[in-house]
T-cell receptor, first 112, second 113 residues
Framework: GNSVTQMEGPVTLSEEAFLTINCTYT??????LFWYVQYPGEGLQLLLK?????DKGSNKGFEATYRKETTSFHLEKGSVQVSDSAVYFC???????????FGTGTRLLVSP | NAGVMQNPRHLVRRRGQEARLRCSPV?????VYWYRQLPEEGLKFMVY????????ESGMPKERFSAEFPKEGPSILRIQQVVRGDSAAYFC???????????FGPGTRLTVL
């Protein structure tokens, strides 16, 4: 079945450091890929998405490229801020776009 | 624009009681999804509903759990005879059409004593 694997956290960085959170997936067909962010005590917010191979999703300085050949959708940001501290979830939509399959989440901690 | 609304935000129940979780989708959205997040885990799909219809309940436990999305009013996730293992955050999401981006509510955190 479909699955998403994310790097384990927590990821601890200093402000202005470069961020990469790895995400790989297993899926049949051609899923859409998503990154969601969850701030403490809140629900999930869509951060970015990509719907086909080689698409790049970007938002708020974050970006991720849909790589079909490596089945990956790694999240990157050039310079993180303390306010980026949150849990980041990689997800895919299954064929038929009915349900999202999530990774286990990666906690990011950014210190001043 | 109001996003997805869920209530209550926090719910405490004793073992054996019933829990009712409500979800009002984004105005104009007719597709609702429920997910469960156990502590320190990712979200797991439970059920997908359109107005008055259950489309996919493959992630829903076979017993004690039920969901509805009536023609009028919010979607309801109902858990009968709760047990400690039901303690989790339950998130609702909605979309305009099938295949469209899902927008999430703030969740209901259920604690079973």
């Amino acid at each position: 079945g479909n699955s998403v694997t994310q790097m384990e956290g927590p990821v601890t960085l200093s402000e202005e450091a470069f961020l990469t959170i790895n995400c790989t997936y297993t899926a049949t067909g051609y899923p859409s890929l998503f990154w969601y962010v969850q701030y403490p005590g809140e629900g999930l917010q869509l951060l970015l998405k990509a719907t086909k191979a080689d698409d790049k999703g970007s938002n708020k300085g974050f970006e991720a490229t849909y790589r079909k050949e490596t089945t990956s959708f790694h999240l990157e940001k050039g310079s993180v801020q303390v306010s980026d501290s949150a849990v980041y979830f990689c997800a895919l939509s299954d064929t038929g776009f009915q349900k999202l399959v999530f990774g286990t989440g990666t906690r990011l901690l950014v210190s001043p | 624009n109001a996003g997805v609304m869920q209530n209550p935000r926090h719910l405490v129940r004793r073992r054996g009681q019933e829990a009712r979780l409500r979800c009002s989708p984004v105005k104009g959205h007719s597709h609702v999804y429920w997910y469960r997040q156990l502590p320190e885990e990712g979200l797991k799909f439970m059920v997908y509903l359109q107005k008055e219809n259950i489309i996919d309940e493959s992630g829903m436990p076979k017993e004690r759990f039920s969901a509805e999305f009536p023609k009028e009013g919010p979607s309801i996730l109902r858990i009968q005879q709760v047990v400690r293992g039901d303690s989790a955050a339950y998130f609702c999401a909605s979309s305009y059409t099938q295949g469209d981006t899902q927008y999430f509510g703030p969740g209901t955190r259920l604690t079973v004593l």
